[in-house]
Nanobody
Framework: QVQLVESGGGLVQPGGSLRLSCATS????????IAWFRQAPGKEREGIVCIRLNDGSANYAYTVKGRFTTWRDNADNTVHLQMNSLKPEDTAVYYC???????????????????WGQGTQVTVSS
């Protein structure tokens, strides 16, 4: 069955960097997209990037564009999220989600994704 497992979260100072990983299994990546979402306390889950796994192209939310980068590691079927220039407002639980879709205009809607990881906490604080 489809499984997604996030890792790499932690505590980092403002301006610092973290790399999250989403280990995948149970499906053929070329036919899916992976989206990264985050949820801060008291806020709705926010879609921040969607990557098309067949060609590596991605759509980014304006809140992270230019600071975050996602890519697929073909060697081990893992999708990474490199987060640079982190801000306190980036503090959230980060999730990866999978769907046999296209990263279309509604990619940021969580209800479109059938498969989710368990989440990993990212805290940006001095």
């Amino acid at each position: 069955q489809v499984q997604l497992v996030e890792s790499g979260g932690g505590l980092v100072q403002p301006g610092g960097s973290l790399r999250l990983s989403c280990a995948t299994s149970g499906f053929t990546l070329d036919y899916y997209v992976i989206a990264w979402f985050r949820q801060a306390p008291g806020k709705e889950r926010e879609g921040i990037v969607c990557i098309r796994l067949n060609d590596g192209s991605a759509n980014y939310a304006y809140t992270v564009k230019g600071r975050f980068t996602t890519w697929r590691d073909n060697a081990d079927n893992t999708v990474h999220l490199q987060m640079n220039s982190l801000k306190p407002e980036d503090t959230a639980v980060y999730y990866c989600a999978a769907d046999p879709g296209l990263c279309g205009s509604q990619w940021h809607r969580m209800e479109l994704y059938d498969y989710w990881g368990q989440g990993t906490q990212v805290t940006v604080s001095s």
